[in-house]
Nanobody, 122 residues
Framework: QVQLVESGGGLVQSGGSLRLSCAASGLLLDYYNIGWFRQAPGKEREGVSCMNTKDGSTYYADSVKGRFTISRDNAKNTVYLQMNSLKPEDTAVYYC???????????????WGQGTQVTVSS
């Protein structure tokens, strides 16, 4: 059974940092493209950052470029999202995801975590 379990969310002041973690079981992340998505109240789920497992290339949404960094530790079967210079508009539930075909569009993702809440106060 595939499980992706996020942790590291919480409440932080504007300008602060958080690091999200996503521990995988039931699949080896070495073989999967990984990604972080978020969904704010009343908005659609959007791709924040994704990594292609084949060549390590990364995608970042324009809104987070220069502030967020995606990384992986295959030995720990874990994915991370370092978030710096957080803004109130980053407030959302953050989901990690894994998929065999590289995509940062949520409609193409089959494996999802349960989500972790990130709240940024102004």
């Amino acid at each position: 059974q595939v499980q992706l379990v996020e942790s590291g969310g919480g409440l932080v002041q504007s300008g602060g940092s958080l690091r999200l973690s996503c521990a995988a079981s039931g699949l080896l992340l070495d073989y999967y493209n990984i990604g972080w998505f978020r969904q704010a109240p009343g908005k659609e789920r959007e791709g924040v950052s994704c990594m292609n497992t084949k060549d390590g290339s990364t995608y970042y949404a324009d809104s987070v470029k220069g502030r967020f960094t995606i990384s992986r530790d295959n030995a720990k079967n874990t994915v991370y999202l370092q978030m710096n210079s957080l803004k109130p508009e980053d407030t959302a539930v953050y989901y990690c995801a894994a998929e065999l075909v590289f995509s940062c569009a949520p409609q193409f993702i089959n494996y999802w975590g349960q989500g972790t809440q990130v709240t940024v106060s102004s």
